[in-house]
């Protein structure tokens, strides 16, 4: 009965991740707007009908995409730096990996901030977007960490480490548009002088 049960499970894990693959390329081509149940059957191979023994409506795929990317960025973040760094090494060993993370993979910038053609946080349950928010949060909290490990209270740390993903995402953004193009600069190479600049600045007042 457990062989049985753990096939079954197996069997539905391997549908439901056919099923956001559909969605996610979906969402991509038409927007949340323009998807709709039935498209994103036909793309996964479904009907309808089985579409919802898996998820509710559309709102429900996006916030189970928006989970998975957020795991994903969370292992890259947990990945980065070690033990024995410093504070200000760690500080950006883990900036960078967050910021490494959404350069590489655009779509889970477009996941992450709704631009998705179309897309909106609307649907989302105050609950699943409190949890989705804080897992977002998750991944920038050792930045947090190292801050106030360089002497900053809990306020100015997170008050820097604000800024810093501020001003990351505000380059990111540049960069997922191509309007970077009309400064002529490096995202990647901006973004680590800011870090640079914020580590010196820190270490001057320390």
Not at 87 to 98: F, H, V
Not at 146 to 153: P, Y
Not at 171 to 197: C, K, N, P, W
Request: aromatic share 8%.
């Amino acid at each position: 009965m457990e062989a049985k049960q753990q096939r079954q499970q197996a069997l539905n894990d391997s549908r439901r991740a056919l099923i956001l693959d559909a969605a996610r390329s979906v969402f991509e081509r038409l927007g949340i707007e323009g998807a709709s149940i039935r498209e994103i059957a036909k793309q996964a191979g479904y009907t309808p009908g089985a579409f919802y023994s898996y998820f509710e409506n559309k709102e429900a795929i996006y916030g189970a995409l928006l989970a998975e990317s957020l795991e994903r960025l969370n292992a890259a973040v947990d990945a980065a730096g070690s033990a024995t760094a410093t504070p200000a090494d760690l500080l950006d060993a883990k900036a960078s990996a967050w910021f490494g993370f959404y350069a590489a993979n655009p779509r889970d910038l477009d996941l992450g901030f709704y631009l998705v053609q179309g897309m909106q946080p609307r649907g989302l349950t105050a609950e699943l977007n409190y949890q989705l928010n804080d897992r977002l949060h998750d991944a920038l909290r050792p930045c947090e960490a190292a801050l106030q490990a360089m002497g900053l209270n809990a306020e100015e740390a997170l008050r820097e480490n604000t800024s810093l993903f501020a001003h990351g995402v505000g380059l990111l953004l540049l960069q997922h548009t191509g309007r970077i193009r009309m400064f002529g600069q490096d995202a990647s190479m901006l973004f680590e002088s800011y870090v640079i600049a914020l580590v010196e600045r820190l270490q001057r007042g320390a």
